[in-house]
């Protein structure tokens, strides 16, 4: 038998969670085609790759992410890849660029999840030749993709587009039984064409941009119990999952997305997967509800689990550019001007803004993501070098006793987004986050790949999963053993949405990531910068774990070698567009 591809004599994990073994494998035409205990004959084989002492693992699944804009740019996506994702999903949050207008989805991207307008906007003009599903499909599949891609129809995509954007986003107005059954008929096409579901938001604080419904809250958050439920209905019909997003300040939220999945007597149960599972620091109690109430749902019927970022939750900002400040009223009205400079500036320096501000901020209790603590913000850049690694709260201690909020809004007045800070959200404890990693109610992604590039990089989210599980097998307590990290990382949730992905057994696709495990060490805690060409240059937060990935394949082609992206990534299409089975 010849081989396009071996690898040989790694430590081999499927993607089931079965016990690992050293194997050789064999890559004919994209597919595995052998798995053996014996050396293969490499007689004739174009490629041999080494993997003695490395482990040989399916390539992960990446479940949450905004890639809808820059994989049309970009589709090699290389920044994913070089971490071993090799399936990336995308229409998170309600938002996808299938049927929206170039200008309306400039709005729904850009300000909710930090994507420059202006590019979304230039490359939906330049690029965007489809109208229905099946033709979006299509000029994906003639892209050439680095990872696989799966994808949502998002909800704001198609109420924003059958409403137009002003009419789905004010209160006063319901939509009318055609643009209902529009909607319903644009879910069904996306569903034919093998999308894995629909992603729904009620986060109230994710935001348009643009000026003609600026601050509105996206379309998804106006839609009333009779809309979601015909949606659902749907989803529910064909087996696909409904991603969620609660309002975090309302609790029947969070309980009326949760129990949609449950079936009452009705089969299937809803597939529902919900934002998110996290180690809050503002609400401690909070991360132990999650798993209570995805087995209380799952008792009665349901099918729930919630999304989870397996690492701190550790983000930047340049001045006051961060998203969580959308929570509370003065942050809102803040972020509301980030189009207008000068305008606000003079806000964050009046006095009754101030006030305001200080108000928020003091408020402690209640549903909240920031925990609103400048005393736990440290400052990493500022033309002002006698603050760097300083906390904005001993700042105003050394400045004369001043309010932890003057102290930071003092800098960002003086220095705008030249001073630079970072603080840690969430999944800030090592134990109750091993837990949430280990409970079948939560499903571990939430990478938000391709968004906020200038506050987060989990692009190596699973590469830190595996390094915790490792060293936490040599303690006396393990949490969870490598090959069921394996697992919750790849095959769990490629079954779970029914995609052809996440296994690495004969017959499978030749998705695949080789990992050094000696090299699973601080380097993957590094972040860098790197420009994004198709969004002018913004310097995007990235990791460089280049010595602990050895090399990663799609569909039998090597993406990655050494760290590196290849020449084939972006010039040659390796990944595909997968279809939900369910």
């Not at 589709?75 to 071993?84: D, F, Q």
């Not at 958050?221 to 209905?233: F, I, M, S, W």
């Not at 901020?361 to 603050?387: L, M, N, Q, S």
Request: hydrophobic share 40%; with cysteine; glycine share 10%.
């Amino acid at each position: 038998m010849s081989f396009d591809t071996i690898v040989r004599g790694g430590r081999w994990f499927d993607g089931t969670g079965a016990p690992s073994a050293v194997r050789h494998l064999g890559i004919r035409d994209g597919r595995v085609v052998a798995v053996s205990e014996e050396p293969l004959d490499e007689t004739g084989c174009p490629r041999v790759i080494d993997a003695t002492g490395l482990w040989v693992l399916p390539g992960m699944v990446d479940i949450h992410t905004h890639y809808d804009v820059e994989v049309l740019v970009q589709p090699g996506l290389s920044e994913s890849l070089r971490h071993g994702i090799t399936t990336t999903f995308l229409g998170s949050c309600s938002l996808s660029t299938v049927h929206a207008a170039p200008e309306d989805a400039g709005d729904l991207f850009g300000r909710v999840e930090a994507i420059p307008r202006p590019y979304v906007v230039g490359a939906l003009e330049q690029l965007k030749t489809w109208t229905t599903a099946g033709e979006y499909v299509t000029a994906l599949e003639q892209l050439p993709l680095g990872p696989n891609v799966a994808a949502f129809i998002g909800h704001s995509d198609i109420r924003s587009a059958r409403m137009g954007l002003a009419r789905s986003t004010d209160p006063a107005v319901k939509p009318t039984a055609s643009e209902l059954a529009r909607m319903e008929a644009d879910l069904v096409d996306a569903l034919d064409e093998g999308f894995i579901g629909m992603s729904s938001q009620e986060l109230m604080f994710d935001k348009l941009d643009g000026e003609t419904c600026r601050s509105r809250t996206l379309p998804s958050t106006y839609a009333k119990g009779k809309e979601r439920r015909r949606l659902n209905r749907v989803l529910r019909r064909r087996g696909r999952a409904l991603q969620g997003g609660p309002d975090v300040a309302k609790p029947q939220s969070l309980a009326r997305m949760a129990f949609s999945s449950a079936g009452w007597g009705r089969k299937p149960a809803l597939k529902v997967s919900l934002l998110s599972a996290a180690d809050i620091k503002a609400i401690p109690m909070v991360a132990h509800l999650f798993p209570l109430i995805a087995r209380t749902v799952n008792r009665c019927g349901g099918d729930l689990r919630f999304q989870h970022l397996p690492v701190p939750f550790e983000v930047y900002s340049d001045g006051i550019a961060l998203p969580v400040f959308e929570e509370f009223g003065s942050g809102a009205a803040a972020l509301h001007l980030s189009n207008q400079i000068e305008e606000q500036r003079a806000l964050l320096a009046d006095e009754d803004y101030r006030r305001w501000f200080r108000k928020d901020y003091d408020k402690k209790y209640g549903p909240r993501v920031w925990h609103r603590d400048f005393f736990d913000a440290e400052i990493t850049e500022c033309p002002d070098a006698d603050v760097v690694g300083r906390t904005f709260g001993q700042v105003g201690v050394e400045r004369g006793g001043i309010h932890p909020v003057d102290a930071f809004l003092d800098l960002v007045v003086e220095h705008g987004e030249k001073v630079r800070w970072r603080t840690t959200i969430s999944n800030h404890r090592p134990k109750v986050l091993d837990k949430l990693t280990a409970d079948p109610g939560v499903q571990l992604g939430f990478s938000d790949a391709g968004a906020h590039l200038r506050n987060m990089a989990f692009y190596n989210f699973g590469l830190r999963l595996l390094r915790r599980v490792r060293d936490a097998e040599s303690t006396p307590r393990p949490f969870m053993s490598v090959e069921h990290a394996v697992h919750r990382l790849t095959g769990e949730l490629a079954d779970w949405y029914g995609l052809d992905a996440g296994h690495l057994r004969v017959g499978d696709r030749a998705d695949l990531v080789v990992i050094d495990p000696e090299r699973l060490d601080a380097s993957l805690d590094e972040y860098a910068e790197a420009p994004v060409p198709a969004f002018g240059n913004l310097a995007r937060m990235v990791n460089r774990n280049d010595a602990t990935v050895a090399a990663v394949l799609v569909g039998g082609e090597l993406v990655v070698a050494d760290g590196v992206p290849t020449d084939v990534v972006g010039a040659r299409r390796t990944g595909s567009f997968l279809r939900a089975t369910a």
